[in-house]
């Protein structure tokens, strides 16, 4: 790889600052002054800004708080993906939405491009926790607590795993409910499917969790943040 090209994928600045960094002659490789911008690196060399080392980081993680409207996917030919929430340099090669939210939902959504981590959050057989926060058209009582914490049968027969539901707000009146729910697995429209199957329909969908990594309060919608590998490492 170029050394410029590094450099800005490394994050030190923007390809045109980093450029003005090699004129300055403040880069080096294994100790070297770097002397043209072409000059090629591999992953074993020592590359250094002022003296700093800059190591080479292979797998990066952004913790998004998706916004409505944007779709779970790397490309799609006439809607917005959420991989154009990124500024163009954290655009890595591979960088792809850690399981899928609807259109519709908000909320926390890794981007990673360390496809083992991805997969050990998404596999079925792994189980990580997911909590969200939902308004509902429908009265969510302590029945509904139950046939959820039962672990329920979908109209098309799909068995879930049990689900943990709190109800935080109930108007009788009106017919709404505001709940927390948790769920283990991450079934089509899971949330979505199971209120359907008890007669009533989820209005608002918003992810707060996801193991052990919540979703920032001070993070606007459509903003993300880089985690680091201590961050990620214990979201299992
Ligand atoms: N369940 C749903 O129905 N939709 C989501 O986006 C996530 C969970």
């Known amino acids: 790889m170029r050394i410029d090209k590094y450099l800005a994928n490394m994050n030190v600045d923007s390809r045109k600052e980093v450029h003005q960094l090699i004129k300055k002659g403040v880069v080096a490789v294994n100790g070297k002054t770097v002397k043209t911008l072409k000059e090629k690196i591999n992953e074993n060399d020592v590359v250094t800004v002022n003296g700093e080392e800059i190591a080479y980081q292979k797998y990066h993680y952004f913790l998004l708080n998706k916004p409505k409207g944007v779709l779970s996917a790397t490309e799609d030919r006439s809607q917005k993906t959420v991989i154009s929430l990124l500024d163009p340099q954290d655009r890595y090669q591979g960088i792809v939405p850690v399981g899928r939210l609807d259109k519709d939902t908000t909320g926390l959504l890794l981007l990673t491009n ?123």
């Open 114 to 236: 360390d496809g083992q981590l991805n997969h050990e959050l998404v596999a079925p057989n792994k189980h990580v926790a997911k909590v969200y926060r939902a308004e509902i058209a429908g009265v969510a009582d302590e029945e509904t607590a139950k046939a959820f914490a039962s672990g329920m049968m979908l109209g098309d027969g799909t068995k879930l795993k049990p689900a943990k539901l709190k109800i935080l707000k109930q108007d009788r009146e009106n017919a709404t409910s505001e709940i927390e729910i948790e769920i283990s697995e991450g079934k089509y429209h899971q949330i979505k499917r199971m209120f359907g199957a008890v007669g009533m329909k989820v209005t608002a969908l918003d992810r707060l969790s996801m193991g052990n990594l919540h979703l920032p309060s001070d993070l606007k919608r459509g903003k993300y943040v880089e985690l680091s590998l201590d961050e990620i490492k214990n979201i299992k």
